[in-house]
């Protein structure tokens, strides 16, 4: 089948900055249509290719091929923003852009040119430089790590906006879930080699994992050089997957455990296998309020956090994220409403914008600003250089200046600092950010050993789905709900909760409730009708959660070959769930219509 030739390509492509190559060999093409992202470790050469692409630097050998009269937008990492600009003169950028052209990428973002760029929030700055990469709907775009800042909605604005548009691109990110939406392809800079597969990020665990089989299959053949590489390779590569099935198991657990304590199910067997929740209580809070002049940030908002708990804020940027989360851990004042704390709390707080790291220290210094060759890990004590290669950092840079290193590197090393310190509550903002696969792999285990209490600021879907057993939205206008589970149950229990409302006022029948007397309703629920009624959206979430729990053992492409008998037993538990689940809204929707009913009849 005939190929499209490649817009832009690099052939034999290497990069050193005057010392050890970053990459050589590096071969990469680009055709119509191809959403690529360039996945590997910080610090692997990522950024570097997709600025050599760019034209922003040249590559010490080999060729870049561009298509005559390709335009390209690109987006890099960190845009700096000139103080006395406004966002129109910022996206117009040296060139000097029409200002229709600027108007209209503004208008993508929904960002208005006439302010100053340097009043710009985080993630509005991330959006007009976004704009800026767009300007003149460029044939391709560069974009290096393009969520970060951005919040959920935006994300997927940008989702449906790339593919939709079926842009060319090659992207950078650490966000999975957006990778997943939108690539077609997946380069991989691997221990200094670019390699290409031509599927997307989705493949990208099984596609690693043959690779790693075959490498090792190869290494036992040979030297011992390369048996140590193929040792590292099943700690890395195929150990990844073995870690991800028992942190889901774990959590699982947690997420049950937090089912329980919100919904009341199970609430005492709970407490019976965990102590009582007076002793584990994180904080508690009760019909918790707080604005800014007209401006709703949190109306009646009621919780319980308990030691071990790990919970994401999400919601749209400006919402109230960050105010409800300092609230609950007393850096701001609420207006009304209880709030208790543990009095034993101690607190480390992880701050994307990097303050607590000093550029000119080196990394051994970070670690250790008071000297000497060890540091205290959480009551254990460990060799710095030991410590900094649980984080991917090797010997050599271990005396390096903070100032040498990316934004991925610095997100880690500061990573480092904080999971080091003593604390029974962690709390992230943002931690994902710049960080590649390998790197949340390490953050993944580091909070799974974490004994504390973990709070959660994100806009990274799949982390918080890997993380938390509970997600509190703050939707804005004040409005703050609590799902137990991660992002993909917030998602799947809002829908539901919103198609049970519409089901509910439109059903004027009750199909499993018998009327008693003619056709007119009576004039109250029975106590065991009202009873059902008020506990039925609990069993229904638990149902739901059985039901995502099942899918994923039943995804597990090995199991009908390991364990035929355990196969069977899930899909005819899963079906037995799915009917359940059916009847369970039936009756729900039933008995809240014949409520309807009756509360119509006594009003007129």
Same mark, same amino acid.
């Given at each position: 089948?005939?190929?499209?030739?490649?817009?832009?390509?690099?052939?034999?492509?290497?990069?050193?900055?005057?010392?050890?190559?970053?990459?050589?060999?590096?071969?990469?093409?680009?055709?119509?249509? *191809?959403?690529?992202?360039?996945?590997?470790?910080?610090?692997?050469?990522?950024?570097?290719?997709?600025?050599?692409?760019?034209?922003?630097?040249?590559?010490?050998?080999?060729?870049?091929?561009?298509?005559?009269?390709?335009?390209?937008?690109?987006?890099?990492?960190?845009?700096?923003?000139?103080?006395?600009?406004?966002?129109?003169?910022?996206?117009?950028?040296?060139?000097?852009?029409?200002?229709?052209?600027?108007?209209?990428?503004?208008?993508?973002?929904?960002?208005?040119?006439?302010?100053?760029?340097?009043?710009?929030?985080?993630?509005?700055?991330?959006?007009?430089?976004?704009?800026?990469?767009?300007?003149?709907?460029?044939?391709?775009?560069?974009?290096?790590?393009?969520?970060?800042?951005?919040?959920?909605?935006?994300?997927?604005?940008?989702?449906?906006?790339?593919?939709?548009?079926?842009?060319?691109?090659?992207?950078?990110?650490?966000?999975?879930?957006?990778?997943?939406?939108?690539?077609?392809?997946?380069?991989? *800079?691997?221990?200094?080699?670019?390699?290409?597969?031509?599927?997307?990020?989705?493949?990208?665990?099984?596609?690693?994992?043959?690779?790693?089989?075959?490498?090792?299959?190869?290494?036992?053949?040979?030297?011992?050089?390369?048996?140590?590489?193929?040792?590292?390779?099943?700690?890395?590569?195929?150990?990844?997957?073995?870690?991800?099935?028992?942190?889901?198991?774990?959590?699982?657990?947690?997420?049950?455990?937090?089912?329980?304590?919100?919904?009341?199910?199970?609430?005492?067997?709970?407490?019976?296998?965990?102590?009582?929740?007076?002793?584990?209580?994180?904080?508690?809070?009760?019909?918790?309020?707080?604005?800014?002049?007209?401006?709703?940030?949190?109306?009646?908002?009621? /919780?319980?956090?308990?030691?071990?708990?790990?919970?994401?804020?999400?919601?749209?940027?400006?919402?109230?994220?960050?105010?409800?989360?300092?609230?609950?851990?007393?850096?701001?004042?609420?207006?009304?409403?209880?709030?208790?704390?543990?009095?034993?709390?101690?607190?480390?707080?992880?701050?994307?914008?990097?303050?607590?790291?000093?550029?000119?220290? /080196?990394?051994?210094?970070?670690?250790?600003?008071?000297?000497?060759?060890?540091?205290?890990?959480?009551?254990?004590?460990?060799?710095?250089?030991?410590?900094?290669?649980?984080?991917?950092?090797?010997?050599?840079?271990?005396?390096?200046?903070?100032?040498?290193?990316?934004?991925?590197?610095?997100?880690?090393?500061?990573?480092?600092?904080?999971?080091?310190?003593?604390?029974?509550?962690?709390?992230?903002?943002?931690? /994902?950010?710049?960080?590649?696969?390998?790197?949340?792999?390490?953050?993944?285990?580091?909070?799974?050993?974490?004994?504390?209490?973990?709070?959660?600021?994100?806009?990274?879907?799949?982390?918080?789905?890997?993380?938390?057993?509970?997600?509190?939205?703050?939707?804005?206008?004040?409005?703050?709900?609590?799902?137990?589970?991660?992002?993909?149950?917030?998602?799947?229990?809002?829908?539901?909760?919103?198609?049970?409302?519409?089901?509910?006022?439109?059903?004027?029948?009750?199909?499993?409730?018998?009327?008693?007397?003619?056709?007119?309703?009576?004039?109250?629920?029975?106590?065991?009708?009202?009873?059902?009624?008020?506990?039925?959206?609990?069993?229904?979430?638990?149902?739901?959660?059985?039901?995502?729990?099942?899918?994923?053992?039943?995804?597990?492409?090995?199991?009908?070959?390991?364990?035929?008998?355990?196969?069977?037993?899930?899909?005819?538990?899963?079906?037995?769930?799915?009917?359940?689940?059916?009847?369970?809204?039936?009756?729900?929707?039933?008995?809240?219509?014949?409520?309807?009913?009756?509360?119509?009849?006594?009003?007129?």
């Amino acid at each position: 089948m005939a190929t499209d030739p490649p817009v832009l390509a690099l052939k034999d492509a290497a990069v050193g900055f005057g010392g050890e190559p970053l990459f050589t060999g590096a071969e990469l093409a680009i055709t119509p249509g *191809m959403r690529a992202c360039l996945v590997g470790r910080n610090g692997s050469g990522k950024s570097t290719i997709l600025k050599v692409l760019a034209g922003v630097i040249q590559p010490d050998q080999g060729e870049l091929y561009i298509q005559p009269g390709l335009s390209v937008g690109y987006l890099q990492q960190d845009v700096p923003v000139i103080a006395g600009q406004t966002v129109a003169e910022f996206v117009a950028g040296e060139a000097g852009a029409p200002r229709h052209e600027v108007d209209a990428a503004l208008s993508r973002v929904e960002i208005d040119g006439d302010r100053m760029a340097d009043t710009l929030s985080g993630g509005e700055a991330r959006r007009a430089a976004m704009a800026r990469a767009m300007l003149g709907d460029p044939d391709v775009l560069l974009l290096d790590e393009p969520t970060n800042h951005l919040d959920l909605p935006t994300i997927e604005w940008l989702e449906r906006e790339l593919v939709e548009r079926r842009k060319t691109l090659v992207v950078i990110s650490h966000d999975r879930a957006f990778l997943e939406a939108v690539t077609t392809d997946t380069f991989w *800079m691997d221990r200094g080699k670019l390699r290409h597969n031509n599927k997307g990020y989705g493949a990208f665990d099984s596609w690693t994992e043959q690779i790693a089989d075959a490498e090792i299959k190869s290494a036992q053949k040979l030297d011992q050089k390369l048996k140590a590489e193929a040792r590292w390779l099943e700690r890395g590569v195929t150990a990844r997957r073995k870690r991800n099935q028992g942190r889901l198991e774990r959590l699982g657990q947690l997420r049950a455990q937090r089912k329980a304590l919100l919904t009341g199910q199970d609430l005492v067997k709970f407490e019976l296998e965990s102590g009582p929740i007076s002793s584990r209580m994180v904080i508690d809070c009760e019909n918790l309020s707080k604005s800014f002049d007209d401006l709703k940030i949190v109306d009646g908002f009621s /919780t319980r956090i308990l030691r071990g708990d790990r919970v994401g804020f999400i919601g749209p940027n400006g919402a109230g994220k960050t105010t409800l989360l300092k609230i609950l851990i007393g850096e701001e004042e609420r207006d009304s409403g209880r709030l208790r704390r543990a009095k034993n709390l101690s607190i480390a707080f992880f701050d994307q914008t990097r303050s607590q790291l000093d550029p000119n220290d /080196t990394l051994w210094q970070t670690l250790a600003p008071r000297g000497g060759d060890s540091i205290n890990v959480r009551g254990t004590p460990r060799h710095v250089v030991a410590y900094l290669r649980d984080f991917l950092f090797d010997e050599k840079q271990a005396r390096a200046p903070v100032a040498t290193l990316s934004g991925g590197e610095r997100n880690r090393l500061l990573l480092a600092k904080i999971l080091a310190l003593p604390s029974n509550l962690l709390v992230l903002d943002e931690p /994902t950010n710049d960080l590649d696969a390998d790197t949340l792999d390490v953050l993944l285990d580091m909070l799974d050993s974490y004994e504390g209490t973990v709070l959660l600021v994100s806009h990274d879907r799949d982390f918080l789905n890997r993380v938390v057993n509970s997600t509190i939205a703050v939707e804005g206008e004040g409005v703050v709900e609590e799902y137990p589970g991660g992002y993909a149950d917030y998602l799947r229990q809002r829908k539901r909760k919103a198609e049970s409302g519409k089901s509910a006022k439109a059903r004027n029948t009750a199909k499993s409730v018998k009327p008693r007397t003619g056709d007119a309703p009576p004039k109250k629920l029975t106590f065991k009708e009202q009873h059902e009624l008020d506990n039925l959206p609990d069993r229904i979430t638990a149902l739901e959660t059985a039901k995502s729990e099942l899918e994923k053992v039943l995804a597990d492409p090995q199991m009908f070959a390991r364990d035929r008998e355990g196969y069977e037993t899930a899909a005819k538990k899963l079906a037995e769930v799915e009917q359940a689940i059916s009847t369970s809204e039936d009756r729900w929707l039933a008995l809240d219509a014949l409520q309807e009913a009756i509360t119509n009849k006594a009003a007129s």
